[in-house]
């Protein structure tokens, strides 16, 4: 047939066969950039359309998959699996040379048998190791601590003479990721110790 020895190969996208039983059925072709009828007594063309921008988009999806004229593709694509190795192998470094907690090593009592609470609101770190250094030069002193974040406020501390709060801000004021439930636990601790005391 004339109208299918014209088509490349690597233009070929789909043909549709006509019924056995129907004569005039055409047969189907479909190429990257044309949707054709041939008559299958003759073999030509008998009406074509030009396929729009939609089927662009499906041919530039079609490349991509099968790779075909696109071999820059491939490469690109193989490259960027290489990176793949070296952000695993630098995630796993950053993660083992993490600096440990600042309060590691610090022994510390439990806040009901604590003589001094230090609680600590910290966005970026940088309040945890002046946390850390109270801590330790009260431990040193004989003292009994507990340092903890200000989001784990207790309602009462049993033993404690002295609580400091050592915290930070950022932006406008606003309170850092370690203190955003202080206000409301505190408040809700002091309206039980005062109904405990009325009682």
Known sequence: MPALQAVQLSNFRELTLPYPDDPFDP???RTNS?????DP??????SSEILGPTAKIYEFVYLLHTGEGAWWVGILVGLSLLTLPVAIVSGVAIALNRPRSPINGIKQAAPSHAQDIILVGSEGGTTWLFAAELG?????AGR???IASMNDVRPSYASAENVFIL?????DGCSPQSATQFLEDFQLGLTQIT?????
């Open 27 to 29: 047969i189907g072709l």
């Open 34 to 38: 044309v949707v054709s009828y041939i």
């Open 41 to 46: 007594n003759s073999g030509f063309v008998v």
């Open 136 to 140: 330790r030069k009260l431990s040193l």
């Open 144 to 146: 009994k601590i507990n």
């Open 167 to 171: 915290t930070s801000t950022f932006g």
């Open 195 to 199: 109904s405990s005391n009325t009682s």
